[in-house]
């Protein structure tokens, strides 16, 4: 996995009050590291991360599940 991800781990890293480790297949939804509104702001740092708009159709749940989705879906597929 590239700097996008490890910069995408460290952004929800410090969303949290106590340190975690996020591995790449770590739901991030299940098990609470990113609430509803975070998921937006998630999106949103997911597109400043790569440099544009993300194509509405790819924002979804299963592709922003993981780190290991997001970067199959995002920074891998461009």
């Not at 509405?56 to 879906?73: C, E, F, H, T, W």
């Amino acid at each position: 996995m590239g700097s996008k991800i490890t910069s995408l781990r460290e952004w929800i890293g410090g969303l949290q009050d106590e340190p975690v480790t996020i591995q790449d297949d770590t739901d991030l939804i299940e098990s609470g590291l990113v609430t509803s509104l975070q998921f937006v702001q998630m999106v949103i740092e997911v597109e400043r991360l790569h440099g544009q708009k993300l194509d509405p159709g790819l924002i979804n749940v299963q592709s922003m599940r993981s780190l290991k989705a997001i970067d199959a879906a995002v920074f891998q597929a461009s």
